[in-house]
Nanobody, 127 residues
């Protein structure tokens, strides 16, 4: 089964940028969708976006609230999914995590379909 680890978090100022990486180990990385999630203090975990596995089209989907500011890219050879975040605001402050799924495309937005969660990386945006 795939194991995931995030890196790249830190503190940034409003309007700044951050680049997070989700590195995979184990086998068959190409068989997994990789989702990015975030959880702010006192709030539920929410989707940021999904990098669909190549065999299901390889598309990238982003939550509406981050479209135009965030991008997700997937490098299957390096077993890595990157989350690039621009024009950050304090509302983006959260623990960012990645996780894997093998769900059908109709179910990739279901949180319970994800497993092998990384430990998360904190992003703090100051005003």
């Amino acid at each position: 089964q795939v194991q995931l680890a995030e890196s790249g978090g830190g503190s940034v100022q409003t309007g700044g940028s951050a680049r997070l990486s989700c590195a995979a180990s184990g086998v068959n990385f190409r068989n997994y969708h990789i989702g990015w999630f975030r959880q702010a203090p006192g709030k539920e975990r929410e989707f940021v976006g999904i990098a669909v596995r190549p065999g299901s089209g390889g598309n990238v989907y982003l939550k509406d609230s981050v479209k135009g500011r965030f991008t997700i890219s997937r490098d299957n050879a390096k077993k890595m999914v990157t989350l690039e975040m621009n024009n950050l605001s304090p509302e983006d402050t959260a623990l960012y995590s990645c996780a894997a799924s093998q769900a059908a495309l109709s179910a990739i937005w279901r949180l319970e379909m994800y497993f092998s969660w990384g430990q998360g990386t904190q992003v703090t945006v100051s005003s």
